[in-house]
């Protein structure tokens, strides 16, 4: 009885290890959270949760050349001036910094409406050399409590190069 306990131990524990998903310029590593699966496009690292054939949760990691900017003048183009006119019922719940495999990033936790249905989200923006990572997650808000571990959890495993 304790073997088959032990062995199914370690068969949970290997399932749940994943290995980094790299961005298409390598540049950029990401470890999914379990249950999350690979469903990057050109251009974007993106990971998707389904439970019961639904899409609970969606991270993606999206780069653009920062042209000589810094961070903050980024996040007043992107975030702080874009937000409220790209998302209908745009409401800000907190903002704050935090680091992104040592370095600074901003992020913002929001809701907004899409066909009738509420969706929370955060994003996070930060730059290494030239290059701006805006990091994306998104849920709707009935379900994004189940899945915003995993989002920090994810983003904690970013490792860039």
């Known amino acids: 009885m304790i073997s088959t306990i032990i062995q199914i131990a370690i068969l949970n524990a290997l399932l749940a290890f994943q290995e980094p998903i790299w961005n298409g310029s390598e540049t950029l590593s990401i470890i999914p959270a379990a249950q999350w699966v690979n469903k990057s496009e050109e251009g974007e690292l993106s990971l998707k949760k389904y439970a019961n054939s639904s899409l609970r949760g969606v991270i993606s990691i999206t780069e653009s050349v920062t042209r000589g900017r810094d961070l903050n003048e980024l996040w007043?183009?992107?975030?702080?001036?874009?937000?409220?006119?790209?998302f209908d019922n745009y409401k800000m719940i907190e903002k704050g910094e935090r680091v992104v495999d040592t370095h600074d990033a901003k992020y913002i936790l929001f809701k907004y409406s899409d066909m009738n249905?509420?969706?929370q989200s955060m994003s996070t923006v930060f730059i290494k050399g030239d290059k701006l990572f805006i990091i994306s997650c998104a849920s709707t808000t009935s379900y994004y409590k189940t899945v915003e571990r995993?989002?920090?959890k994810m983003i904690d495993s970013i490792k860039l190069k």
């Not at 007043?76 to 790209?86: G, I, L, N, S």
Request: no cysteine; aromatic share 24%; charged share 40%.
């Open 76 to 86: 007043k183009e992107y975030v702080e001036d874009a937000f409220p006119e790209a």
């Open 117 to 119: 249905i509420e969706f």
């Open 150 to 152: 995993d989002f920090v």
